[in-house]
Nanobody
């Protein structure tokens, strides 16, 4: 089993920045592909970014490309999401996820482990 705990959410004005972290515990952190998803009230959970478990290749949703950066530090068992130029439409609960495999995907159904989520609120 893998336990995931997010941190770093909060409230910020449009144009501001936040850095989310996701600390993993349990089994070895290194080989897992991981991702960030978000869910706004009344909407389905959507893909934000993902990072592979091998060479750290990344992918992003079009809506965040150029503004958000996903990274991981295997030595610290931690994944990050640096969010810049935040917009009100980025407001959501952000979840980190991990899967038993090296390949990253943008489908939530392919992830095996989830954190509890952290709220991000962007005001205009």
């Amino acid at each position: 089993q893998v336990q995931l705990v997010e941190a770093g959410g909060g409230s910020v004005q449009a144009g501001g920045s936040l850095r989310l972290s996701c600390a993993a515990s349990g089994r070895t952190f290194g080989p897992y592909a991981m991702g960030w998803f978000r869910q706004a009230p009344g909407k389905v959970r959507e893909f934000v970014a993902a990072i592979s478990g091998s060479y750290g290749a990344t992918s992003y949703a079009d809506s965040v490309k150029g503004r958000f950066t996903i990274s991981r530090d295997n030595a610290k068992n931690t994944m990050y999401l640096q969010m810049n130029s935040l917009k009100p439409e980025d407001t959501a609960v952000y979840y980190c996820a991990a899967r038993d495999g090296l390949t990253r995907y943008d489908s939530a159904a392919l992830y095996d482990y989830w954190g509890q989520g952290t709220q991000v609120t962007v005001s205009s």
